[in-house]
T-cell receptor, first 115, second 115 residues
């Protein structure tokens, strides 16, 4: 069975600062994928970034980067230069077969950016 | 492409009634997923299709739940004899199983309230 743990229920960050959202995972599979999604108050889930278990380099997408530490089973999301529009729920998720099947989600972190 | 479309956006029903939700995925995507999200939680997997074949069903999908994807296009999720515990956001997502790093595209969800 797979498990995702997000230990930060809520975070407050000053605008323009960088923020790290924690995610640890547990799986016995060797081939898996890790994802981060953003969920604004409107409800839709917005895909941010993906990391495959055999990817040697950490994934980056614009202001988002994924700090992947395989031995520690952690996949933290780093948002650089935070903006007011980054205020939302953030979910970490993983899927077997590099994420080619169902996803298991964590409980999320509510990020609030302070002007 | 207009993304993943879900209808209705909101549904209020009396306990014991049947409800049906519809999801129209991105046309090029061969995979379609249903998730359920309750307040304060991450989405939980219900079922997924590859084209018209239903490949996996969660234990959460009791006998009262059924999903179809005729002709591998849109999908419907039906809940029979609704219970108050069925109140949740029902999310649909689609993906191209060959392009994992693009993630899943979620719809805006259908919020079900059972009174």
């Amino acid at each position: 069975a797979q498990k995702i743990t997000q230990t930060q229920p809520g975070m407050f960050v000053q605008e323009k600062e960088a923020v790290t959202l924690d995610c640890t995972y547990d799986t016995s599979d060797q081939s898996y994928g890790l994802f981060w999604y953003k969920q604004p108050s409107s409800g839709e889930m917005i895909f941010l970034i993906y990391q495959g278990s055999y990817d040697e380099q950490n994934a980056t997408e614009g202001r988002y980067s994924l700090n992947f530490q395989k031995a520690r089973k952690s996949a933290n999301l780093v948002i650089s230069a935070s903006q007011l529009g980054d205020s939302a729920m953030y979910f970490c998720a993983m899927g077997t077969n590099f994420g080619n099947e169902k996803l298991t989600f964590g409980t999320g972190t509510r990020l609030t950016i302070i002007p | 492409d207009t993304g993943v479309s879900q209808n209705p956006r909101h549904k209020i029903t009396k306990r014991g009634q049947n409800v049906t939700f519809r999801c129209d995925p991105i046309s090029e995507h061969n995979r379609l997923y249903w998730y359920r999200q309750t307040l304060g939680q991450g989405p939980e997997f219900l079922t997924y299709f590859q084209n018209e074949a239903q490949l996996e069903k969660s234990r959460l999908l009791s006998d009262r739940f059924s999903a179809e994807r005729p002709k591998g296009s849109f999908s419907t999720l039906e809940i029979q004899r609704t219970e108050q515990g069925d109140s949740a956001m029902y999310l649909c997502a689609s993906s191209d199983s060959t392009i994992l790093k693009d993630g899943y595209t979620f719809g805006s969800g259908t919020r079900l309230t059972v009174v």
